[in-house]
C-alpha cells in the first residue's frame, strides 16, 4: 500500500465531501447541479458559487500532488467544473434573443433567466414567474469565468461564444442604472416584484467587467479575435455609486449581508478602505448573530411568523420579523474568507470557531453547513422581549451548497494548500491597495492656422489638427460608432454595443484601426449637439473637472490622453482669445493644475506613453467590416456637419421704410418672451426693484428690444394685455400682437420683414412665429428655387446667437430645435442611482413631474419638455441645471446631503428670484437676467445656491449686433464668509443648544433660549431683514432637512397615531413596514411634506415637527400622543403667539398681520406672517421659542404629581 502525506490524506477528505454534496448530484448531460438532491431547478449563483470549492480543490491537488493518481483527480475535478461553466453558457446562449433586447431596454421581461431545468439545461419557468433578473448572478458567473480562464481552463472554444460573451458584457454594463430583483432574488423586501437597485449587483458587475477587460479568452493560445473589450466608463460608473450608496444596500434594505461578496471575496469592488471597514463593522452591528448573520433586517424567510402558503409579504406584516430573523452560517464562511485574504488572522480564528461549532456532522465524519438557523415557533415570544436569547433550530437545505463550498475554500486556504493568489489570478484582492500618481497627458490642437497664431502670439506652441498625421483625431461619437461593431455577431443575431454616450476615460486613449493610430476628443467639446461648449468659462471649468477626474480614477496601463481642440467658436467678438483661456493653457505648462500633474505637449510625443487599444475585432473577425470603408464613412461624418445657411442679417436691395419696417416689426414683437414662464413671487421680491437701473441709468435688462413679461406662461387671446408696450402706438400694437396669435399676421409681409430685419431679435421673434404657425417644414422661398425650409432659418439663428453669446436665444432656438444633452440620460442617472429623485417642471403635481428611475434620453427630454408646456426656453435651462447638478452630485455630493428629491423647476425659481433679491430688479428683469446668463454663469450661480456661498452679480454695458445691452456676471465673495444655507447648519446651533437645554421637564412653556445663544455671524445675520427669509426659501426648494430628520420622523410616530401635514399624513403605521433607516420611509416623508407648495412654509413645518423630536428625545417615553398631530396648527398657532407679542412691544408687525385691515400685506404666504419666516431660529425672538410655546398649547404633555408640567427644557 503506498504511503500517503498528511496533505493528501486531508485532500482526499475535502475532495470526499465534495463529491458526496455536490459533485454526486451533477447532472452527466447539463453538467448543472440542483439545489438538493430532489429538486430539479438549478440556480445561476449558486451553481457558480458550488463550482468554487471544485476549482479551488482542482488547483490544491495539481500543487500538492504526491502521485499520478493526485495528478488525475486535478483533472478530473477541473473537468467538472468547465462541464458546469459550459453547461450554464449553453443555458444563456438558448436565450441570445433575451439579450439582444435587454441591452436596449433593460426590461425585466427580457432578461437571462436566473434557474434552467437541471436535466436540459432549458428554462423551467415563465418570464412573469420568477423574478428573474439578477444582475449579480450573471456578473457572478463572468468574474468567476475571467479567474478560472486565467488560472489555465479552457471553458470558451469558439468565436461565437466569444461573441456572446461580450455580448454579456454589454448586458451587465447598465447594472449601475438597472433596478433588478437582487441576490435574494426578491427586489423590494416585501417580495411583490418590484425591482430595485441593488449595491451588491452594481459590486458584482464592477467586478466583471474590470476583470474581462482585455483578457483572451482563449488563455495562451488565443488571438487578437478572442479578447474581451470593456468600456471603462462603465466599471467607473459602478465605482461612483458603491461609494455613495455603501453600506446600505437599497431603498427597502438599510445594509445587507450579500455586501460581503462585493467588499470582499469574490468581487474585491471596493477600493476605498474606509469604506470596507465602515460597511463590514455596519453589518456586524446590524446583523450578527451566534448562529451566522441575518439577510436583512425584517426578513421574513422560514421564520415562525412567515406565511408558507404565499411568496409575498403584507408591509404590516414586517415588524412581526424583527429579531427573529434567520441566521446564516455560510455569512461566517465569507467573514473567514475575508480575514485570509486581508491577512486578519484574529478574524479567520474567530469566524473559524463559530462556524465549526454550528455546522452538522454526519455520521461519516463529514461536515455540513446548513442553510439557516430559525427560532423555533414557541420561543418567538421570549425572543422578541430579549433579542439573541434563545437556542435557534437548523432548517432548509443540509447542505447549503452555496455556503459548503465557501466552508470548503476557507479550510483549504486555512491550512495552507492554497494561497488567497491562486483563487484570485487576476489580483482583484488588490483592488484597495494605495495607487500611484496619474499625470494625465494634455495636447491642445488648433483648428487652423490662425488659431495657431494667435496662440503663437502668448508664446503657446501648439500644433494644428492637420499637423498631428499620421493620427487621426475626432469627436468621440465616432469612437462609439466604432464600438458599435464590437460583439456583432450575424450567426447569432447580436448587433454589438449599443451607441450609448462615450465617458473620458474612453476618450482618452489611443486607438489603433488597422495601419492607422486615432485619438478622440472628449464627448463634451462636442458643439453640435448642445450649446454648453460654446461657452469658454464653461468649456475651459469642464476641461480641468475632467483632468482632475482623470487623475483620480485611471486604472488602466499608460497614461490619459486629453486631446483639446481649440475653434474658431471660442473666439471673442473681436476674434481674440479668451484671457481665460490662455491662462488655462499657461497654467497647463506648469505642469500642475486643479490639483492634479498634468503634461502638456505634443501629440505624436504621448504615442509611446499612453494607453493604447488595438481595435483588433474590426478586422479580424469573418464578418467585420471593411476598413477603409469604415474609414472613409467617418471623414464624412466628420465634414457633415449643420449645414449653415447665411439668409438672415443685412440684404442686399433697396431698403423700405423706417416706419413700414417699425410697423412690421410689432406684429409679432415680443412672442418669444410671452412664451416664457418663469416666475418669481411678487411677495419674493425685494422692496423698490422697480426704481433700480445700472450705474448708465438704463433698466436691467439682458434682452434686447424685448420689454416683457415672464411670467406669463400664454397669451389671454380674449384680452390681450401687454403691459410692456408703451407709447403712442400702445393700442395699435396691442391689436396687431393679437392679430399676430390669432393667426391674422400676413406671412408674405412676414418674410420680407425678415430679409430686411437688422435686429437678431427681430429675426427671431419671426422665425418663432414663423415655426409655431407654419410649421419646421414649411417652405419659406426665400432662396428661391432653392427649397430653404423654417427649421434651416432657425438652425441658422441658433447658430448666429451663438457666436453672438445671445444666451437667452441660444436657449429658446435650442429648445424649438429639440436639442437635448449628449449625456442628458446619464446626468439623471447619475443622480438618480445616489438614491436622489427628480422633479422638473413647477409643483404641484401633475405639472410637477416625479423622476424616480432612469430613463432613456427621448422619453427624459419628452417628460421635460411637458412640463415646461411651449416654454423652450425653461426646457433647455432644465436640461442645462441637469447637467450642472450631475456634475457637482460627482465631485461635490456634500452639496446633496440630507436631499432627497430634487426639483428642478424650484431651483431655477429660486435662481430668479435671487437674482431679484441681488439686483434689486423686478421678476421680469430678473427672468431676463437668468436665461441671458452664460453656461458657466449659470451653473456658477447654482453652486452657490447650493453652498450657501455669498455672491455678488455685476452688469456691465456691451454692444454687439449693434444692439447695447446689459451684461449680467455672477461673482463669489470669497474675502466675506460664506453664509451656510443648509438648514442642518442653520439651525445646528438652535438645536445643539436646545440639545443641552433639554433636561428633564420643568416650564416648558415659559421656554425663552437667550439671546446669548446666538453665536456672532448668527446676530450678524439677524440684523440683516429678509436674511432668514431667504434661507428658509432656499432650503425649502432645495428640499434640505437637518440631519438625522427622517430617523427622528419614525421614532416620532411610534408615539403618535401620525402626523398631518399640509393636505397628507404620515401614519404611524409606516414603522410597522419600514425600518428606521430604510430609504423607502425618508421618500414617503418627502412625498408628504412636498405636497406643501411654499418652500418657506415647509421649512417652518420641518422646524416644528424637529421640535416634537426634541421633546421625544429627552422626556424619557413618557410623552404619547393618541391622535393625529397636526402641524399646520402648531405653525400657525406659533405664528399667533409672534403677532401678539409684537402687538404688545408696537413691532414691525403692527404695520402688516397685527391689523386685521392690513392681513398678509406684508406678502407672507400660507397665512403666515412674513416676518415670522424670518426670525432666526434660535433666540428669546426665535421661530424655535414661539414653537415650542405653540407645543405646550396645543398638545397634552405629562404632569408632574402636583400638576405642574414636566419639562424637559430649562
Excluded at 155 to 177: G, P
Excluded at 253 to 281: C, H, Q
Amino acid at each position: 500500500m503506498r504511503n500517503r502525506s498528511n496533505s493528501g490524506v486531508r485532500l482526499d477528505y475535502y475532495r470526499r465531501m465534495i463529491v458526496k454534496t455536490i459533485l454526486s448530484y451533477q447532472h452527466p448531460v447539463s453538467g448543472l447541479v440542483p439545489a438538493t438532491p430532489d429538486h430539479s431547478h438549478a440556480w445561476v449563483r449558486d451553481n457558480v458559487y458550488s463550482i468554487l470549492s471544485v476549482w479551488g480543490l482542482a488547483l490544491a491537488y495539481r500543487k500538492k500532488a504526491d502521485l499520478d493518481e493526485d495528478r488525475a483527480k486535478a483533472y478530473e475535478l477541473e473537468q467538472s467544473v468547465v462541464k458546469l461553466m459550459r453547461g450554464l453558457l449553453s443555458s444563456m446562449m438558448k436565450q441570445m434573443d433575451k439579450v439582444e433586447k435587454f441591452k436596449l431596454n433593460q426590461s425585466p421581461r427580457d432578461s437571462l433567466h436566473a434557474k434552467y431545468m437541471v436535466s436540459t439545461g432549458r428554462i423551467c419557468v415563465g418570464d412573469h414567474e420568477w423574478g428573474h433578473l439578477q444582475l449579480d448572478a450573471t456578473s457572478l458567473y463572468l468574474l468567476q469565468l475571467a479567474q478560472m480562464t486565467a488560472s489555465g481552463l479552457q471553458i470558451i472554444y469558439t468565436l461565437d461564444e466569444v461573441s456572446f460573451i461580450q455580448n454579456l458584457v454589454f448586458y451587465i454594463q447598465s447594472a449601475y442604472r438597472t433596478p433588478d430583483f437582487g441576490m435574494w432574488e426578491r427586489g423590494d423586501k416585501t417580495n411583490h416584484g418590484v425591482p430595485e437597485i441593488n449595491a451588491t449587483s452594481i459590486g458584482m458587475a464592477r467586478a466583471a467587467l474590470e476583470a474581462l477587460n482585455g483578457l483572451d479568452l482563449f488563455g495562451a493560445r488565443g488571438g487578437p479575435s478572442s479578447i474581451i473589450h470593456v468600456m471603462p466608463d462603465e466599471a467607473q460608473q459602478c465605482q461612483a455609486i458603491l461609494h455613495s450608496v455603501l453600506p446600505r444596500e437599497s431603498n427597502s434594505k438599510e445594509t445587507d449581508a450579500g455586501l460581503l461578496s462585493i467588499i470582499s471575496y469574490p468581487a474585491f469592488a471596493v477600493d476605498d478602505p474606509e469604506l470596507i471597514e465602515l460597511t463590514r463593522n455596519t453589518l456586524l452591528e446590524k446583523l450578527k448573530g451566534r448562529y451566522g448573520l441575518c439577510r436583512f433586517l425584517r426578513d421574513g424567510y422560514k421564520t415562525a411568523k412567515e406565511d408558507p402558503n404565499r411568496l409575498h409579504y403584507d408591509p404590516w406584516e414586517l415588524q412581526g420579523f424583527e429579531n427573529i430573523e434567520c441566521e446564516w452560517p455560510m455569512f461566517y464562511a465569507y467573514l473567514v474568507l475575508d480575514g485570509l485574504f486581508n491577512g486578519k488572522l484574529d478574524q479567520v480564528e474567530e469566524y473559524s470557531t463559530a462556524l465549526e461549532q454550528i455546522l452538522i456532522k454526519t455520521e461519516d465524519g463529514l461536515k455540513y453547513v446548513p442553510e439557516l438557523y430559525a427560532v423555533p415557533a414557541d420561543k418567538v415570544d421570549l425572543e422578541y422581549k430579549n433579542p439573541k436569547s434563545q437556542d435557534r433550530v437548523a432548517q432548509g437545505k443540509l447542505p447549503q451548497i452555496w455556503g459548503q463550498s465557501l466552508y470548503v475554500l476557507g479550510r483549504l486556504v486555512k491550512e495552507g494548500f492554497l494561497s488567497p493568489g491562486e483563487l484570485d489570478p487576476l489580483n482583484r484582492r488588490l483592488t484597495a491597495e494605495p495607487k500611484p500618481d496619474i499625470v494625465v497627458q494634455v495636447v491642445i490642437l488648433a483648428e487652423d492656422t490662425s488659431i495657431q497664431e494667435k496662440l503663437m502670439y502668448y508664446d503657446l506652441k501648439v500644433q494644428t489638427i492637420a499637423e498631428v498625421a499620421p493620427i487621426q483625431v475626432y469627436a468621440a461619437n465616432f469612437l462609439a460608432f466604432l464600438f458599435s461593431h464590437l460583439g456583432t455577431n450575424k450567426k447569432l443575431h447580436m448587433s454589438g454595443r449599443p451607441r450609448d454616450v462615450v465617458g473620458v476615460l474612453a476618450s482618452s486613449e489611443l486607438y489603433t484601426l488597422g495601419s492607422q493610430t486615432l485619438a478622440f476628443f472628449p464627448q463634451f467639446v462636442d458643439q453640435q449637439k448642445f450649446y454648453l461648449p460654446l461657452d469658454t468659462s464653461l468649456l475651459l471649468d469642464m476641461i480641468k473637472t475632467d483632468i482632475q477626474y482623470l487623475g483620480s480614477n485611471w486604472s488602466m496601463m499608460g497614461r490619459p490622453l486629453m486631446v483639446v481642440p481649440i475653434r474658431k467658436s471660442l473666439l471673442d467678438m473681436s476674434s481674440s482669445l479668451h484671457p481665460a483661456l490662455v491662462a488655462t493653457i499657461k497654467k497647463l505648462q506648469t505642469g500642475y493644475i486643479s490639483g492634479t500633474r498634468v503634461h502638456l505637449g505634443f501629440l505624436n510625443d504621448f504615442v509611446s506613453t499612453s494607453c493604447v487599444t488595438d481595435l483588433t475585432f474590426l478586422s479580424e473577425q469573418e464578418d467585420s467590416p471593411d476598413l477603409d470603408k469604415m474609414l472613409r464613412h467617418i471623414h464624412q461624418m466628420a465634414k457633415g456637419q449643420a449645414r449653415l445657411t447665411h439668409l438672415l442679417g443685412m440684404t442686399e436691395g433697396p431698403r423700405r421704410s423706417v416706419g413700414t419696417r417699425l410697423r412690421r416689426k410689432s406684429s409679432v414683437k415680443g412672442i418669444i418672451r410671452r412664451s416664457c414662464s418663469i416666475q418669481v413671487e411678487p411677495g419674493e421680491l425685494p422692496e423698490g426693484h422697480s426704481d433700480f437701473s445700472s450705474s448708465s441709468g438704463s433698466p436691467i435688462s439682458s434682452i434686447p428690444t424685448s420689454p416683457g413679461i415672464y411670467g406669463i406662461s400664454t397669451p389671454d387671446l380674449n384680452v390681450p394685455s401687454h403691459p410692456h408696450l408703451k407709447g403712442d402706438n400702445d393700442t395699435e400694437e396691442k391689436i396687431m400682437a393679437y392679430d399676430a396669435y390669432a393667426g391674422g399676421a400676413d406671412v408674405t409681409e412676414l418674410i420680407q420683414q425678415l430679409k430686411d430685419a437688422e435686429s437678431l431679435h427681430e429675426q427671431a421673434d419671426i422665425i418663432h412665429y414663423l415655426y409655431t404657425n407654419m410649421g419646421p417644414e414649411w417652405d419659406t422661398k426665400m432662396e428661391g428655387s432653392v427649397r430653404c425650409r423654417v427649421s434651416d432659418l432657425l438652425s441658422e439663428l441658433y447658430e448666429k446667437a451663438g457666436h453672438l453669446k445671445q444666451w437667452w436665444l441660444v436657449r429658446h432656438t435650442a429648445g424649438m430645435l429639440r436639442k437635448k444633452v449628449e449625456d442628458l440620460a446619464k446626468a439623471a442617472t447619475d443622480i438618480i442611482v445616489r438614491q436622489k429623485q427628480l422633479a422638473v417642471g413647477l409643483p404641484p403635481e401633475p405639472r410637477e413631474k416625479i423622476i424616480t428611475r432612469p430613463l432613456p434620453p427621448d422619453e427624459l427630454a419628452a417628460i421635460i419638455h411637458d412640463a415646461c408646456g411651449d416654454d423652450n426656453s425653461t426646457a433647455m435651462l432644465t436640461q442645462e441645471v441637469l447637467v450642472y447638478l450631475a456634475m457637482f452630485i460627482r465631485t461635490e455630493p456634500r452639496l446633496f446631503k440630507e436631499m432627497l428629491r430634487i426639483r428642478v423647476g424650484l431651483i431655477i425659481q429660486v435662481m430668479a428670484t435671487e437674482l431679484a433679491r441681488t439686483l434689486k430688479c423686478s421678476g421680469e428683469d430678473a427672468s431676463d437676467q437668468l436665461l441671458n446668463l452664460s453656461p458657466y454663469e449659470m451653473k456658477t450661480l447654482l453652486h452657490h445656491i447650493l453652498s450657501g456661498k455669498e455672491f455678488v452679480v455685476t452688469s456691465e454695458a456691451v454692444t454687439s449686433n449693434n444692439v447695447s445691452e446689459r451684461r449680467v456676471s455672477v461673482h463669489s465673495l470669497e474675502h466675506q464668509r460664506s453664509t451656510r444655507s443648509r438648514y442642518s447648519s442653520q439651525a445646528k446651533y438652535s438645536v445643539d443648544r436646545m440639545r443641552h437645554d433639554l433636561q428633564t421637564v420643568d416650564d416648558l412653556g415659559s421656554f425663552h433660549p437667550e439671546p446669548s445663544v446666538l453665536t456672532q455671524e448668527d446676530s450678524f445675520e439677524s440684523d440683516r431683514q429678509g436674511q432668514w427669509l431667504r434661507r428658509r426659501r432656499l432650503d425649502g426648494a432645495l428640499n434640505r432637512v437637518p440631519v438625522g430628520f427622517y430617523s427622528d420622523i419614525w421614532k416620532l410616530l411610534k408615539r403618535c397615531h401620525g402626523l398631518s401635514i399640509a393636505t397628507g399624513t404620515l401614519n404611524q403605521s409606516l414603522t410597522s413596514e419600514m425600518t428606521v433607516g430604510e430609504i423607502k420611509f425618508a421618500l414617503h416623508v418627502e412625498a408628504v411634506l412636498n405636497k406643501i407648495p411654499q418652500p418657506e412654509y415647509r421649512q417652518l413645518c420641518v422646524e416644528s415637527i424637529l421640535m416634537l423630536c426634541l421633546i421625544i428625545e429627552h422626556d424619557g417615553g413618557r410623552c404619547h400622543w393618541n391622535e393625529v398631530i397636526n402641524v399646520d396648527e402648531l405653525v400657525h398657532h406659533g405664528n399667533r403667539l409672534f403677532i401678539e407679542e409684537q402687538k404688545e412691544l408696537d413691532g414691525d408687525v403692527t404695520l402688516c398681520c397685527a391689523n386685521p385691515k392690513t392681513y398678509l400685506k406684508c406678502g407672507g404666504l400660507a397665512g403666515v406672517c412674513q416676518n415670522f419666516y424670518d426670525l432666526a431660529p434660535s433666540g428669546r425672538y426665535g421661530t424655535m421659542s414661539y414653537l415650542c410655546r405653540s407645543v405646550v398649547h396645543c398638545l397634552k404633555l405629562p404632569c408632574a404629581g402636583d400638576g405642574n408640567l414636566d419639562c424637559i427644557v430649562q
